[in-house]
């Protein structure tokens, strides 16, 4: 069995303290484990304060910054075993987001098509037209409308109307 080692959580020197077993206390006082709930995804989370101030922290992340070190650009933690639960040090690792999602299906498998989001045309979360627009906006440009006058009408960029005119995006229709 490991042996539970613990150091200062980054940031919070003095204040909180981290372990290899992804348990939190506070220091300042009498040490205390923190109680840990979950966040929106289900990763246990811990509440630090500094001051009045209040910020929510992952712990694995937490582990991984006090033990392996700042999280690299474009990196997350990652799980060895996939499950959310374990924030044990030897559980856990800095890696990609493709990584990441590999893991995730190694661990639960691919999600089915019907579950996935669709991301394009007006499922697409930043998408301004609807398909109907996209139709009216093609007949008004075969009947000679200008790019310009269009995007100021469907409050648009004029370079979205051309991508739509050249068929760049909006293809499905």
């Known amino acids: 069995m490991t042996t539970e080692r613990w150091l200062p959580v980054v940031g919070y020197e003095g204040l909180y303290e981290v372990s290899s077993m992804g348990r939190v206390k506070n220091t300042k006082r009498a040490p205390f ?49 996939g499950v959310k639960a374990n924030s044990a040090l030897e559980n856990l690792r800095w890696d990609t987001m493709s990584a990441n999602q590999l893991d995730r299906i190694r661990h639960i ?23 109907q627009d996209v139709w009216r906006i093609r007949e008004a440009l075969l009947f000679g409308a200008v790019g310009k006058d269009l995007a100021k ?19 499905n229709i």
């Open 153 to 171: 009408v469907y409050d648009v960029y004029p370079s979205l109307i051309n991508k739509i005119k050249h068929r760049q995006i909006w293809t």
């Open 33 to 81: 484990l923190l109680s840990l709930s979950k966040d929106k995804d289900g990763y246990p989370r811990c509440t630090l304060f500094i001051g009045p101030k209040r910020k929510f922290r992952p712990v694995h992340a937490l582990v991984l910054e006090a033990f392996v070190g700042p999280r690299p650009l474009n990196y997350q933690a990652c799980h060895h075993d």
């Open 109 to 131: 498998g691919p999600i089915p098509k019907e579950k996935r989001l669709v991301m394009s045309g007006e499922g697409h979360h930043k998408s301004k037209l609807s398909t």
